[in-house]
């Protein structure tokens, strides 16, 4: 089951007595568990009719005792039980043993009025484990968007506040926040009460009002040194020098992504998808999506002469060799040749 699939279905009433919402991407697991609270719950009982649990903190037992003790002045009640780590493969790490087939027993005859969810920060589950295979049904995985998911949902958040992007500024504001959901909810609410109602978000907006960390300057920094862009390549970098960033500390991070994208390339051989090396790689999917088109600029070979020159100049610059900003400026001169 997608979360689409199940909000659709609760928009309906038709509410499962039991979910398990695992993944990374926690501001849609949030919006989902807010979604089901205000469709669940009257604004003027979530006092009494929604409890929240640390199950690190607090057992199984806890929880679906709760669950069968009749809601307080409400006809339906919301338990959301956090950091269920028995539907993984991980050990637990916690102060409390759990009992996860007391769910399975539950969910034989689970009453009416509740509804538990049960929430994991985890890439994935253990399928091996009975309770998962049993609750299958009702799992929703919280995963990254893929680029395309991703540039729709932008463009739908700011349908939302009624303005609009100008053509190629939402892919720029995805490629400065690394397409986190909860950065870009943040940026683009900014955008907004910039441009107003009615007004259009341009790539100059983005430039001007977007925040960047260090790693997103020197990402967005190779993608303009690849796509040949060395007037604004230059400029990220004398800005992050002006904020005192080591130029050691910027060459282990060109060197970095230089190394994703090489292994982006590798793994693209063997036809996996921008998700599946997203996964393997611990990478954001937009990201990956990115690097194999700076890929597309570089032969293999060019790619590990690169990494060389990188650890060369990493070396030089340690033992006083070389002066630090200036070798920094003659390899992106010369990445740029």
């Known amino acids: 089951m997608d979360y689409k699939s199940a909000a659709r279905d609760i928009g309906k009433g038709n509410v499962s ?29 979530r006092e009494f009719a929604v409890s929240k649990y640390d199950l690190t903190e607090t057992s199984l037992d806890v929880v679906l005792d709760d669950a ?14 956090e950091n269920a780590t028995f539907f993984t493969g991980a050990k637990e790490s916690g102060k409390v043993q759990h009992q996860p087939e007391k769910l399975l027993e539950y969910m034989k005859a689970p ?8 929430t994991v920060d985890a890439e994935k589950l253990d399928e091996r484990k009975k309770i998962v295979k049993s609750l299958k049904e009702v799992t929703i995985p919280f995963l990254p ?10 463009n739908k958040q700011a349908e939302r506040r ?24 943040a940026e683009i609410e900014k955008l907004s009460l910039y441009v107003g109602p009615g ?30 862009r060395l007037n604004r390549a230059f400029a990220i970098l004398y800005d992050l020098l002006k904020q005192r960033e080591e130029p050691v500390k910027l ?10 994208v090489l292994q982006v390339k590798e793994l693209s051989k063997q036809g996996l998808s921008h998700q599946q090396m997203a996964s393997q790689l611990g990478l954001h999917p937009y990201a990956v999506k990115v690097a194999a088109e700076q890929g597309q600029k570089f032969a293999p070979e060019r790619l590990e002469h690169i990494m060389a020159q990188l650890a060369e100049l990493d070396y030089r610059m340690k033992s006083g060799k070389v002066d ?8 992106l001169m010369r990445l740029a040749s």
Not at 251 to 260: D, G, H, P, S
């Open 324 to 331: 630090k900003v200036l070798g920094l400026e003659m390899f």
């Open 17 to 45: 007595p039991v979910y398990v919402c695992y993944g990374s991407e926690s501001y849609l697991l949030r919006e989902f568990i807010g979604y089901l609270t205000q469709k669940l719950v009257e604004p003027e009982y």
């Open 111 to 118: 009453p009416e009025f509740s509804v538990v969810a049960f």
């Open 199 to 228: 007004g259009t978000v341009t790539g100059e907006s983005v430039d001007k009002l977007v925040t960047r960390s260090t790693e997103q300057n020197v990402f967005i920094l190779i993608d303009d040194i690849v796509r040949l």
């Open 145 to 154: 968007m893929n680029a395309e998911s991703l540039l729709q949902w932008v």
């Open 162 to 185: 009624s303005f609009s992007f100008a053509e190629g500024a939402a892919d720029q504001l995805i490629l400065y926040t690394g397409g986190g959901l909860q950065t870009l909810a």
């Open 68 to 81: 069968q003790t009749l809601p307080f002045m409400a006809p339906k009640k919301l338990i959301v039980a």
């Open 251 to 260: 060459v282990l991070l060109i060197a970095r992504q230089f190394r994703i």
